[in-house]
């Protein structure tokens, strides 16, 4: 069944990528919006004002904001776990952070696997 759920502050699910498991919040509007809104400017341009958002702070905010914790998330040159800080949060592969964000903006929490995922398996299984 797929039914529709509001996004809650407390509101966790966990997102398996490789061994890894990904400790996520859901991305609520109202916390998006507060964190555009710290880094965005008003700036005046040939006599106009103009909005300037820092795009790469906003996504860090946003990476911090959206990983509440981890697991099996290992330091390439130890091999060692590494802590889930907001210094190791940015550090992660781009191809990482896209899913991260994207599955904290989805809809499938509740009705299964992100699209594409069903891709990956099918691919991985060929």
Known sequence: MSYVEIVEDEEQFDLPIGESIFH????????YERIVKQHTTTK???????????????????????IDGWEKVKSPT???DVPC?????????SSTKVDIIEACDA???TTGP?????????????
Do not use: C, M, Y
Request: no cysteine; glycine share 6%; proline share 3%.
């Open 85 to 93: 800080t907001r210094e190791s949060k940015l550090k992660l592969p």
């Open 78 to 80: 130890t091999g060692k």
């Open 107 to 109: 809809d499938h929490i």
């Open 44 to 66: 005046w341009r040939r006599g106009q004002r103009v909005k300037e958002t820092d795009d790469f702070a906003v996504n860090k905010d946003l990476l911090d904001h959206l």
């Open 114 to 126: 992100p699209e594409g995922e069903d891709k990956k398996k099918q691919l991985e299984q060929s």
């Open 24 to 31: 996520l919040k859901r991305l609520d509007s109202e916390v």
